[in-house]
C-alpha cells in the first residue's frame, strides 16, 4: 500500500468519528460508516447535531471526498480502516468493550491481505493487540501481521471546543510494526497542522491516552476534597485557589462535577486492567468515588442552604441552570447534573431544568427528564433557588434578581455569578 491509493473507511461517526472522517476527506477518499441509521441519515442531509460542524461545513464536506452511508458493502473497497466508537462502562462500572468489538467484526468481514486497521477508541494498554486483533483474525480468516496490520492513535476531541479543533490536535500514532508504524504516522501527519508523536508500541499509546484523563480526574478529585474540607470549615473554595495561584508553580484547578465520555468513564478501564496484573489502583478508585458523589454532596449542601435561608425545601421552586456535562456544547453524555435533579426530587417535585444548548428529546430519552430549551420562558417566572450547574454563556445576563422570590437564593457551583457576591441571594457552592 502506498499513499497514492490509500482509501480510507472511519467506522463509528459521532464526536470522534465525524471529525476524523471530515478531516482525512481534505486529502483522501473516505467513507464514514455507522449503523446508527438515523444518524447517517441527519448526516446526509449536511446537518450534525453534535454540533462539531455547522451546515455548510458539513455540507462543503459531502461534496469533496466524504461519503456517510450505513450501507456495509461500501466498505469492500476501503484498505484503511479507523475504528472511532464509544467505549462505556457498565452500571457497575465494569468495562464495556461491546461497541468496539462489535465494530471489529464489521472491519473484519471486509478486511483484506496488506489492509491496516488503526483504532482510536479509547482502551486500557494491551486491549487492541488482545482483544481486537483477534476478532479480526477469527472474522477475515487472515493472519496478523502477516495478512493485515495494527495501529493506535488516540482521540483527543474535545467537544464544544472550537479552538482545539482535530487539524490543530498533535496526535499519537503507533503501528503493529515499524514500516506500518511509519506509514501510518504519514498518513496522520498528511492532515494535521502540528503533526504527530509517535509512541513505540501499541500499548505505550493506549497508556498514554488512558493517563491523560486519569490525570485530569485525580487533580479534580483533590480539588473537591478541597472543597468538602472548606465548605465544613466555612472557607470559600475559590478564594483560597485565588489566593494560592499567586504563586508561580501553583496548578490553578477547580471543584466540580466530573461528567462526559471521558475523564468520568476512562479511568475505570486502567482500574480494571491493574487489577488484572495485581494491582489495587486505590488512588485512582478513590478519585472515581469522591467524584462520582459530588453531585447528591451538591444538591445535599443547596437544601441546607435553603434551609438556612428560610426556605421549605417541599415543594419549593427550583430553577437547575444547565443540564450538558460542560459549557457550551449539547453533549449530555454522564452528565452528572442528573445526580443532583435526581437528589433534589425527594425533597421538591417542583423542579425546572433550563438548558438553551441540550437537544429535549435526547433528555427524555436517555435520562427520562424535560427541559426548557428557550431562556425566555424562565426569565419571566419567580423561583425560590436557582441552582447554576453549568455556565453557558447564556446565562451571563439572566436577570437573577428579578426571577427569585422572596428570600429566594441563588446557588452557584460553577462560580459564574461571582459578580454579585455582595448581593444577600448569593450563594457559592
Known sequence: ???????????GLG????????????????VGFDINKARVAELKTGHDSTDSFTDDEMKHSLTHGLTCTDDESLLDSRNFFVVSVPTPVTSN??????????ATVVVGRHLKRGNIVVYESTVYPGATEEDCVPVLEQVSGLRYNEDFFIGYSPERINPGDHEHTIEKIRKITSGSTPEVADFIDTIYNSVLENGTHRAPT??????????????RDVNIAFMNEIDHIFNAMNINTRDVIEAAGTKWNFICLEPGLVGGHCIGVDPYYLIQKAREAGETASLLSTARTLNDTMGTYIADLTIKHMSLAGLTPKNARILVLGFTFKENCNDIRNTKVIDIITELRRYSKNITICDPYAIPEMTKQEYG??????IKQVESKKYDTI????????????????????NGILC?????YRNKRDEKYYIEI
Open 369 to 374: 427528564v424535560d427541559i426548557v430549551s428557550d
Open 387 to 406: 441552582l447554576l450547574c453549568v455556565k453557558h454563556a447564556e446565562f451571563a445576563d439572566l436577570p437573577i434578581e428579578q426571577m427569585l422570590d422572596t
Open 202 to 215: 501499541i500499548r505505550v499509546a493506549e497508556a498514554a491516552k488512558i493517563i491523560e484523563n486519569c490525570q
Open 1 to 11: 500500500m502506498n499513499k497514492e491509493n490509500i482509501k480510507i473507511a472511519v467506522v
Open 412 to 416: 452557584d457551583i460553577k462560580g459564574f
Open 15 to 30: 464526536y470522534v468519528g465525524l471529525p476524523l472522517a471530515c478531516l482525512f476527506a481534505r486529502k483522501y477518499e473516505v
Open 93 to 102: 462500572h465494569r468495562v464495556d468493550l461491546n461497541p468496539l468489538l462489535g
